[in-house]
């Protein structure tokens, strides 16, 4: 865009590096603010996504972090995904609502962002959109309602579902544009009534300042395993233990590869680890290891020390709209090969040449993944993490991203 766009982006939990997911609003503030645009992210003080929460004392509170203005709207705490969650969400919304003229207050916005995860920030944004005669976007991360209806079985006749369904038609109905990072989400959005023309993929991306830090040691635990595991072939996984990230199937692959000189290590925490941990011993799999989560400027570095990298997920009906997860994009910078176990409508694995696909919860192919891997030549193995970095750096770093984006704002 030639001209100066003033971008009000709406998401409940946008975070930063320093405070935790979620990443991608910051990310493409700053790529956006870098082109000359003006950017305010309006977030809730509250997000169980976020590791370290801001500092809000007032109903609503202003913030600078490394040039993008926040504007943090208080909202209450919960644990978990009842009631608390819900009344921490209508709160939000209607804060959006109440504390409008603070929102805007020497702003002009001619670009509304509706980016919440669940869709019902798109009623205030495009309240918000008419006042100023603005562009309004919808960005789809999930499909709601349609995850918590697929993955927690929630009935279509739930309130719940009926109020969260009510804003994803809206949406549909009403925003200029839809912006999804799921390739194939618009098959299920014009069943909601989007027009074929809103549609519009974005994909998630990384970030290359975080793979030029300065980081040159490992925190001391993990550092020490690389040096007692040096002549062995590492097969890793960085990320959150938890049910979706199908890491038993993992667990139970391991008593197959111990003939090799393959160890298994997971990097992380989560609510299953404890039961992974248990798993491993009471299949007496002594080559697989489990270290504590690593902050996120040492992943780089970790990962640069591994020889191969694990990514998985529960068989959902889901993916069939398509995948698009920070951590595999992080996997294919490290140059590392990748054995992906997650059948999904796309697959950028295959897609990059960059690793292997197997079925997804299948021990059985995920063992002879790591075999079929363990056995390549090191050039061979090279010449796949090479594929996978290169295919990264042309497609999702997020100064192409965010060019991306804009041009979708441009799009009439």
Not at 83 to 93: A, P, S, Y
Not at 200 to 225: C, M, Q, R, T, Y
Request: one cysteine or more; hydrophobic letters at 40%; a positive charge.
């Amino acid at each position: 865009m030639e001209l100066k766009v003033n971008i009000l982006l709406i998401n409940h939990y946008a975070g930063s590096p320093e405070m935790g997911m979620e990443f991608r609003p910051y990310y493409m503030a700053k790529e956006w603010l870098k082109l000359g645009h003006d950017v305010t992210i309006v977030a809730a003080s509250f997000s169980h996504l976020r590791s370290k929460q801001p500092c809000v004392t007032s109903p609503v509170q202003e913030e600078y972090m490394d040039g993008i203005h926040y504007i943090w709207l208080k909202t209450p705490s919960y644990i978990g995904n009842g009631l608390g969650r819900v009344k921490n969400m209508l709160c939000f919304i209607a804060k959006l609502y109440k504390y409008l003229p603070q929102i805007t207050k020497n702003k002009h916005p001619n670009v509304i962002i509706a980016s919440s995860t669940y869709p019902l920030d798109i009623f205030p944004a495009h309240h918000i959109a008419k006042r100023f005669d603005a562009k309004l976007i919808f960005e789809v991360h999930d499909l709601w309602p349609l995850s918590p209806m697929e993955i927690g079985h929630m009935s279509s006749l739930h309130p719940f579902i009926w109020m969260m369904q009510r804003g994803e038609n809206y949406a549909c109905k009403y925003a200029d544009k839809i912006v999804s990072i799921l390739p194939l989400a618009n098959h299920h959005l014009e069943t909601r009534g989007m027009a074929p023309k809103k549609f519009v993929h974005v994909p998630n991306g990384i970030n290359i300042d975080e793979w030029k830090n300065n980081a040159v040691e490992l925190p001391s635990e993990h550092h020490a395993f690389l040096k007692e595991h040096q002549d062995s072939f590492l097969v890793g996984y960085a990320g959150s233990h938890g049910l979706a990230n199908a890491l038993h199937y993992l667990v139970n692959a391991a008593p197959m590869l111990k003939d090799k000189k393959i160890i298994i290590v997971l990097v992380g925490q989560g609510p299953e680890k404890g039961n992974l941990i248990k798993q491993a011993k009471e299949l007496k799999a002594n080559n697989i290891f489990f270290l504590p989560p690593i902050p996120k400027i040492y992943i780089p570095l970790w990962l640069n020390n591994m020889r191969c990298l694990f990514i998985g997920a529960k068989k959902t009906n889901l993916y069939r709209y398509g995948i698009s997860m920070n951590k595999l994009f992080d996997y294919m910078m490290s140059g590392q090969p990748i054995l992906n176990a997650i059948e999904a409508g796309n697959d950028p694995v295959k897609e990059a040449g960059c690793g292997l696909s197997v079925e997804a919860e299948n021990p059985e192919a995920i063992a002879k993944g790591i075999l079929k891997i363990y056995n390549m030549t090191a050039e061979e193995r090279h010449d796949m993490g090479e594929k996978g970095k290169k295919y990264v750096l042309q497609r999702h770093t997020y100064p192409i991203l965010a060019t991306s984006f804009l041009q979708a704002m441009e799009e009439r």
